[in-house]
C-alpha cells in the first residue's frame, strides 16, 4: 500500500484527469474521497470475530504482529485463505508470499474495504508443496 501527500495526490488527480477510461475515473474518485480512519479492535474474541468477518466477505485485514521467534512486532495487510481455532493462513502482502499467523500474537486487527481472491487452485496443501521446492 502506498501513501501519498495531498499534494501528490492532487497532482496525479490533474494529469490523470483528461483521459477517458472508466478504471481511471474510478480511480480518481477514490483518490477524491476523503481517507477512512481505521478501527482497530484490540482484545482477543473480537479479533477473532473480525477475522471470521474478514474471511467471509473477502476483506483484507491490517493486523499489528508480533512473532516470536524473531521478537518482532509489524504492521501487516493480509488476505486470509484458511481460518483455524487458533491460527489463519493468509497471503501476507508485507512479505509477498502465504503465511501462517498465530491469533494470539495479534495484537490488534483493522477491517479495510479492499477485496481480495483466492487464488484458483488454492488448497492448503499447495502452500507445503510450494516450499519443498
Known amino acids: 500500500m502506498v501513501y501519498l501527500k495531498n499534494l501528490e495526490v492532487n497532482k496525479i488527480i490533474k494529469e490523470l484527469s483528461h483521459i477517458d477510461d472508466d478504471e481511471i475515473k474510478k480511480i480518481i474518485e477514490k483518490m477524491k474521497s476523503p481517507a477512512k480512519k481505521l478501527v482497530y479492535i484490540y482484545d482477543r474474541e473480537n ?30 495487510v493480509i488476505n486470509i485463505y484458511q481460518i483455524h481455532e487458533d ?47
Open 47 to 76: 479479533i477473532r470475530k473480525l477475522l471470521r468477518k474478514a474471511f467471509r466477505e473477502k476483506k483484507k485485514v491490517k493486523i499489528n504482529y508480533c512473532s516470536f521467534s524473531s521478537d518482532e512486532v509489524t504492521n501487516r
Open 87 to 133: 491460527c489463519i493462513v493468509a497471503y501476507c502482502n508485507l512479505r509477498g508470499e502465504e503465511r501462517t499467523f498465530k491469533i494470539r500474537s495479534i495484537n490488534k486487527a483493522a477491517l479495510l474495504d479492499e477485496k481480495y481472491e483466492i487464488p484458483k487452485g488454492w488448497t492448503p496443501e499447495s502452500i507445503i508443496l510450494s516450499k519443498k521446492d
